[in-house]
């Protein structure tokens, strides 16, 4: 029994310590493409260490669609993707998910993280101005 409660114990903290981040890089508007493919960005961070990086599996959930995301070359944990919007759709809402593995004491375990809803506007080009400045 005390060595049941250890194990417990230990993997309670250990769960308890970790964190996992979404950080949505999109703006919050673009201009309007003649192409239809808006660029989607986020950053996933984790301290989780038994997280397998190699496993994660994030995609941009879009109109009951996910689009799967790929990580950029020059930076760890940030991920892209271009997502096809209709014609004549001025307003969209997404969030992300990212899957994972994880390994555990004895077994290996699955997980994921879900973002928050976020919109996203199409805009004329005269009217967007610095999109610096529009970024959440």
């Keep these: 029994m005390r060595w049941f409660c250890f194990i417990g114990a230990c ?32 950053m996933f961070r984790s301290n989780q260490r038994t ?3 190699a496993s994660i599996k994030p995609m941009v959930i879009f109109n009951n669609q996910a689009f ?11 991920w892209e993707t271009l997502v096809l919007i209709p014609d004549g759709t001025r307003v969209i809402n997404y969030h992300f998910k990212f899957d994972y593995d994880y390994s555990a004491v004895l077994m ?12 996203l506007q199409i805009v004329d080009e005269s009217s967007t101005g610095n999109l610096l400045m529009l970024r959440e």
């Design 108 to 119: 290996r375990g699955a997980d994921s993280k879900l973002s928050p809803p976020y919109q």
């Design 11 to 42: 993997f309670f903290l250990l769960a308890g310590c970790t964190t996992s981040t979404i950080t949505n890089l999109t703006p919050r508007e673009l201009p309007w493409s003649q192409t239809g493919l808006y660029p989607v960005e986020a």
């Design 68 to 78: 799967p995301m790929r990580q950029t070359q020059l930076t760890q944990g940030r």
């Design 51 to 53: 997280l397998d990086s």
